[in-house]
């Protein structure tokens, strides 16, 4: 595993701990932007995780491609 994958796993799985761990859900709702906060924090997670794991795919795509040129 790259340190991409395991920053972009850390990265759902606090995600994921934010919006299924009832206690953890609460105590963020208690700050008056709580859930704001909450709602721009996994946005911004899932979109840096996508954008982490998207780079290896076009470097996978890239080095498959084998050109004709003569």
Known sequence: M???HVLA????V????FLLVP?????VSTIP???TLLVII???SLIVAFVLLQDDTKKAGNTAYV???K
């Open 67 to 69: 050109s004709n040129k």
């Open 42 to 44: 996994g946005i911004m």
């Open 2 to 4: 790259k340190g991409r």
């Open 14 to 17: 606090v995600d994921a701990a």
């Open 33 to 35: 932007i709580g859930n």
């Open 23 to 27: 206690r953890l859900k609460d105590a």
């Open 9 to 12: 796993t850390i990265l759902l």
